[in-house]
């Protein structure tokens, strides 16, 4: 698979390395599969509100679904076209914008006013309420429960940042998510130090 090294530093920047830009090929060879590595292994995804967000996913995807050795090339012209899908609940969400619009339909209009069908509007009301819930509700990563225990007095150990994300129902796996865990240790957003008697780590100072 064949990737183009602008998207790859526009990936890698999303995803915490800093100084990704300054990297050579060899560097960025490395670092890609190690990103690819860490894809296959979790459902990572860079951060929302990130610029080309649903085109970053969509290569990040892409490449961990890949069997094939992913390739950095300069020219556009010889770079796989990467899909950007559609997610299923904006789909649902027209689904139901266009149900409300026919359910508005079967208001009658009497003597020019309009009378709304109690049941009808009722309806209209619970889809609404589900679609607020929906934008609201946001799955927990497996990075920020990382965050969250490294940050804490104290900070984490591996194994209890892989049991935690057992716990929080992110991933059933706790040896994966205790080897993802120690994946995000160096590009976690900000700098942690481990402190090798207790095996624990904290966010820097």
């Not at 990936?11 to 590595?37: C, Q, S």
């Not at 080309?52 to 961990?64: C, G, I, P, Q, S």
Request: aromatic share 2%.
């Amino acid at each position: 698979m064949k990737v183009l090294r602008e998207d790859v530093i526009s990936l890698a920047t999303a995803l915490g390395y800093k100084n990704a830009t300054k990297w050579d090929k060899k560097r960025m060879t490395r670092k890609l599969a190690e990103v690819v590595g860490l894809a296959k292994e979790s459902e990572i995804e860079v951060e929302e509100g990130t610029e080309d967000e649903e085109k970053l996913n969509a290569l990040l995807a892409a490449m961990a679904a890949s069997e094939e050795e992913v390739e950095i090339v300069t020219d556009p012209a010889e770079a796989d076209e990467i899909k950007v899908v559609d997610e299923v609940d904006d789909d649902e969400d027209d689904d139901e914008d266009e149900d409300d619009e026919a359910e508005d339909d079967e208001a009658e209009e009497i003597d020019g006013e309009v009378e709304v069908d109690e049941e009808v509007e009722a309806k209209k009301k619970a889809k609404k309420d589900k679609k607020k819930g929906k934008k609201k509700e946001k799955k927990l990563t497996k990075k920020e429960v990382c965050i969250r225990m490294v940050s804490r007095d104290g900070g984490a150990t591996l194994e209890e940042m892989g049991e935690e994300i057992t716990a929080c129902g992110v991933d059933p796996d706790t040896e994966k998510n205790t080897k993802t865990a120690k994946l995000w240790m160096p590009k976690i957003g900000f700098k942690v130090k481990l402190d090798k008697k207790t095996g624990k780590y904290s966010k820097a100072e």
